[in-house]
């Protein structure tokens, strides 16, 4: 086994249904955990539910439930789009589930057995959509001069007997950790976090008594904790914690925690100052992805445009959505979606250029040479510089997905694809075929090399059109991972093995606009 590698999504928060920017989400880092893997890494990969907290139980009561059943309900949907995305998760995480409390309140016991929480009386305006209180320097002005918190939402004035977490006592540790590694990604977010620790922490109100949906407050049972405290130690209870052996020891320090933009200061302050009064070690990285939007707009229910993500899954297919969103979108940015795009890039990349090719090659090889394979025909110049190409494609889309710049990465990998693209027209096989059959084998089983090292390349993000491809190709299932492109001799074994290619079938079929959407 490899090195390990844990990565983590933010948990939702199950109020609702699953909508495109938890999609979003769970395919990013489904494909970083693929890319991993195929890296030779020892992935754990933990998505999940955050449970408790006051929307939670306010949405209950809207409608008529206990919080624990609409818990129940909701997480199910969650659930079943990550089954549905192919999102490989390792475990699904329920804030509600009994080792979670446990791992919680230990967490609770170490930071005030280290001095960190002491109890007070907290006054201020608080966001009940957000879960979190504000200064009054922060707010803005809503319609009617009514009082919004920086995220646009309602704020309350809330008095309440509090426990407290002295998180004034971390600024410096925090910001040694941000100058000294690359804790926080992208830049513009790591520059965020600066300003708003460099202008002074306050210490942070963490256990309520207003409402009893959450982890018990050990030793003062009549508070439940901040949901914040209690949904951020969810990235240590799925690896055991508290017991610190196992995949605890293996896994933690993790090494990226993937979350949206706007929860960047709970993972990069907070969290971090738990973890270092509970003296336990921070992560390496938390990465704040931008937001998906819809035409440039936010999706929100009073605009009515929310798009169920299943319902795009099932109109465009499960690896065309993934490919568009990560391809489409610069990864840390804001990006947009909308029927036209999703159909225009993906008719033009996966169905007419990287399809076309992986379909055109193996039809030639059926047709012409009854499928069978021809490994040590002679090459010529043509023949080693598209090769070279394809490497130089693979390995930049290697590295820019190390680096999660997932749409350079696959613009590199385009490039490749355009080359061999290129290649056959220049070369004409069909003219081959009749004035020099061998140099139209010779062709033909460059470009099939060529294919089964885009195909492996590409497999993170559209695994299921690639293994159909693969399975095609007679790659076997235990040889499609990066390390399978060094092996020069795939082809030389395959023929000895007596496989031939039988009449293929395509597996990026182009799209049509959905009637609705055009
Ligand atoms: O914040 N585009 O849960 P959540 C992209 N429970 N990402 C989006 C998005 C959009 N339009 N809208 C939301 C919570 N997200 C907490 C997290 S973690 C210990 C607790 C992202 O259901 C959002 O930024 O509101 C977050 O990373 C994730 O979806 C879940 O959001």
Not at 433 to 460: F, G, H, Q, Y
Request: net charge negative; with cysteine.
């Amino acid at each position: 086994m490899g090195e390990p590698y844990y990565i983590t999504t933010a948990i939702s928060y199950p109020n609702g249904k699953p909508h495109i920017g938890h999609a979003y989400e769970a395919i990013a880092a489904d494909v970083i955990a693929r890319h991993h893997k195929a890296e030779g890494f020892d992935v754990r990969f933990q998505t999940g539910t955050d449970e408790h907290g006051l929307k939670m139980a306010q949405k209950a009561r809207d409608l008529g439930i206990t919080p624990a059943e609409l818990a129940a309900e909701m997480s199910q949907h969650f659930i079943d789009m990550c089954d549905k995305l192919n999102v490989s998760y390792d475990v699904f995480i329920r804030t509600t589930e009994p080792r979670h409390h446990e791992s919680v309140q230990e967490l609770w016991r170490r930071m005030e057995a280290n001095g960190d929480l002491y109890l007070d009386r907290y006054e201020g305006w608080y966001s009940v959509r957000d879960e979190a209180y504000y200064d009054e320097s922060e707010l803005i002005e809503g319609e009617g001069r009514q009082k919004l918190s920086p995220q646009n939402t309602p704020v309350e004035w809330t008095v309440e007997e509090s426990w407290f977490f002295r998180l004034s006592k971390y600024q410096d540790r925090l910001l040694d950790l941000y100058k000294s590694t690359d804790f926080i990604r992208p830049e513009s977010r790591l520059n965020e976090v600066m300003r708003f620790v460099e202008g002074g922490l306050r210490d942070l109100s963490v256990s309520r008594t207003s409402f009893d949906w959450g982890v018990k407050v050990p030793g003062s049972e009549n508070h439940v904790m901040y949901v914040w405290v209690d949904a951020l130690t969810n990235y240590i209870t799925g690896l055991g914690f508290p017991a610190e052996g196992g995949d605890f020891a293996k896994y933690w320090p993790g090494d990226l925690h993937l979350i949206g933009k706007d929860i960047v200061r709970f993972h990069t302050v907070y969290w971090p100052a738990f973890l270092m009064s509970a003296g336990l070690p921070v992560p390496k990285q938390v990465f704040g992805h931008g937001f998906l939007l819809n035409r440039g707009q936010k999706e929100s229910k009073t605009l009515g445009n929310v798009t169920d993500p299943i319902d795009l899954a099932e109109a465009y297919g499960v690896d065309t959505l993934r490919y568009f969103l990560m391809r489409e979108v610069a990864f840390g940015q804001d990006g947009s979606w909308s029927h036209e795009a999703i159909v225009t890039r993906c008719n033009a990349e996966l169905a007419n250029s990287f399809g076309n090719l992986a379909q055109r090659t193996l039809s030639m090889i059926f047709k012409n040479m009854d499928g069978t394979l021809k490994p040590s025909l002679p090459l010529d110049d043509a023949d080693v510089a598209l090769a070279d190409a394809v490497a130089v494609g693979v390995g930049g889309m290697r590295r820019a997905f190390m680096d999660l710049d997932f749409s350079a990465g696959l613009e590199a990998w385009m490039r490749a694809v355009f080359a061999c693209n290129q290649y056959v027209d220049e070369q004409a096989p069909w003219t081959l075929r009749k004035t020099d059959p061998e140099r139209m084998e010779a062709v033909l089983m460059t470009l099939l090399r060529c294919v089964r090292s885009l195909a492996i390349a590409v497999r993170p993000v559209v695994p299921t059109a690639i293994d159909k491809l693969l399975d095609q190709m007679g790659v076997a299932a235990d040889a499609r991972d990066y390390t399978a492109l060094e092996q020069s001799d795939w082809l030389e074994t395959l023929a000895a093995s007596g496989f031939t290619i039988a009449k293929p079938e395509g597996v990026f079929p182009r799209l049509e606009m959905p009637e609705e959407a055009s």
